[in-house]
């Protein structure tokens, strides 16, 4: 499976392609888009938008994995996370392609083993992971890399578990046959 993991962000909306499986890894590429602080919020989501159109259409993965943004202190900092995400979402549905969000102690806990590392073990953890010689630069790409193999290792078992549970489970009844059975009893 080839996952575009994205972390989000104005300044810095980190990338990276894994191409993986439970259990193993392989790093295709790893970068971020950077946009200028004092550009305007549209230009600066719309050049976001061309480059993971450009890493869209260089990798072709099979799905998108981006970071679930949550709010802790900076609410700013939230609604740029959040756009930049949306812009991603947007990008990866044009595409036609399926999109998960994984929080970010759900990627901690699956590349280091604990959802409260901080962001040096997770590098650390993914080079070990990658065989690099040190986690992808900046941190938004390692964490972009570290969301990918998150998504290839726990998202695959998990859409396993998700579709099995679809086809056991017994079709609901539609509205239409309720009314005509309320119909017949009265």
């Known amino acids: 499976m080839l996952v575009l993991g994205v972390d989000p962000g104005l300044t810095r909306c980190g990338l990276g392609v894994v191409e993986g499986s439970p259990g193993r890894a392989r790093l295709v590429e790893a ?5 200028p602080a004092g550009l305007e919020t549209s230009r600066r989501l719309l050049a976001i938008e061309a480059g993971v159109e450009d890493w869209i259409a260089r990798h072709h993965p099979d799905v998108v994995a ?3 943004v949550f709010a802790q202190h900076n609410v700013m900092t939230v609604v740029g996370t959040a756009q930049a995400a949306g ?8 595409h036609g392609l399926p999109v998960v969000q994984h929080t970010p102690s ?3 806990a ?3 083993g604990s959802g409260r590392a901080d962001k040096a073990q997770v590098g650390t ?3 070990r992971i990658l065989h690099l010689d040190s986690p992808p630069k900046p941190a938004d790409a390692a964490d972009a890399v570290a969301l990918a193999i998150c998504h290839s290792w726990r998202g695959a078992a998990t859409d396993r578990l998700t579709e099995a549970a679809r086809r056991t489970r017994p079709k609901p ?3 239409a046959n309720v009314t005509s059975v309320r119909k017949a009893i009265v």
């Open 31 to 35: 970068g971020v888009v950077r946009t």
């Open 110 to 112: 699956a590349i280091t």
């Open 66 to 68: 981006i970071e679930r």
């Open 125 to 127: 953890m993914v080079s």
């Open 106 to 108: 759900e990627v901690k």
């Open 173 to 175: 009844r539609s509205w």
């Open 87 to 94: 812009v991603a979402m947007l990008v990866a549905a044009r």
